[in-house]
């Protein structure tokens, strides 16, 4: 994956972040938003495109385009940085591999315990129980 090729493809835009912070916070556009078309990439094949697409199936829009944001910090420039370091962990961890799942055997001390436990409590409830009077 080229990842200066990768930045080229992104657009930012700022907007103002929402919350406390008196009259600075109006008139400054400190958050950064970031959009990726995931569709109109020439990064990625097809096969990767369809992988991406189902990580991102919760970030896509309608249009197919990833949108993240962050407003973090006060700094613009600040929060560009973090988007988009953000966006490319999130673009390595959506094409990692997953690794296939080798079904293990259950040891036989691992049951052994089990059911030793189970007879203990079993007999510790049947205790409980009054006595019968034949």
């Not at 406390?20 to 020439?42: I, M, P, R, T």
């Not at 990767?48 to 697409?53: D, G, I, R, V």
């Not at 700094?75 to 961890?93: D, M, P, Y």
Request: net charge positive.
């Amino acid at each position: 994956m080229d990842v200066h090729l990768l930045k080229s493809e992104l657009t930012y835009k700022y907007v103002r972040s929402s919350g406390s912070g008196g009259q600075h916070v109006n008139k400054v556009s400190s958050k950064a938003e970031l959009y990726f078309n995931l569709e109109d990439s020439n990064v990625f094949d097809d096969v990767q495109k369809e992988k991406l697409s189902e990580f991102f199936n919760n970030r896509l829009n309608k249009d197919g385009v990833v949108v993240i944001t962050c407003d973090e910090s006060r700094s613009q420039f600040r929060n560009k940085a973090i988007v988009t370091q953000r966006f490319i962990n999130l673009i390595g961890e959506g094409l990692k591999e997953q690794k296939k799942r080798r079904p293990t055997k259950i040891p036989r001390s691992v049951k052994r315990k089990r059911l030793n436990n189970k007879r203990i409590n079993s007999e510790k409830k049947a205790k409980r129980k009054p006595p019968t009077l034949e």
